[in-house]
């Protein structure tokens, strides 16, 4: 089993920033990805940021120039750096890890995060 363990999510003011890491447990191997997702009230939960090594990272448009992902393998993290944030960021963030040996996706518990004046 894949354990994940998100924080960092939050209240912040429009133009603010946030930053949200993800740390995997467990039966780790091999080649993976690292994403997150998040998904807005009402809303399907969407793909905002994916990392994978050796290839460049892929951003949902309405976050690129804003949000930078990044991944620590020593450490089986990810983080999503949020920079001027907008109150249509605001969602609950997902942490996800694809293990390609084993097919399958895991999912952290979710992190609130809350962009308003």
């Known amino acids: 089993q894949v354990q994940l363990v998100e924080s960092g999510g939050g209240l912040v003011q429009p133009g603010g920033s946030l930053r949200l890491s993800c740390a995997a447990s467990g039966n780790i191997f091999g080649s993976f990805a690292m994403s997150w997702y998040r998904q807005a009230p009402g809303k399907q939960r969407e793909l905002v940021a994916g990392?994978?090594?050796?290839?460049?990272?892929n951003y949902l448009d309405s976050v690129k120039g804003r949000f930078t992902i990044s991944r620590d393998n020593t450490k089986n993290s990810v983080y999503l750096q949020m920079n001027n944030l907008r109150p249509e960021d605001t969602a609950v963030y997902y942490c996800?890890?694809?293990?390609?040996?084993?097919?399958?996706?895991?999912w952290g518990q979710g992190t609130q995060v809350t962009v308003s004046s």
């Open positions: 996800n890890v694809w293990i390609a040996a084993l097919k399958s996706a895991y």
């Open positions: 990392v994978t090594s050796g290839v460049r990272p």
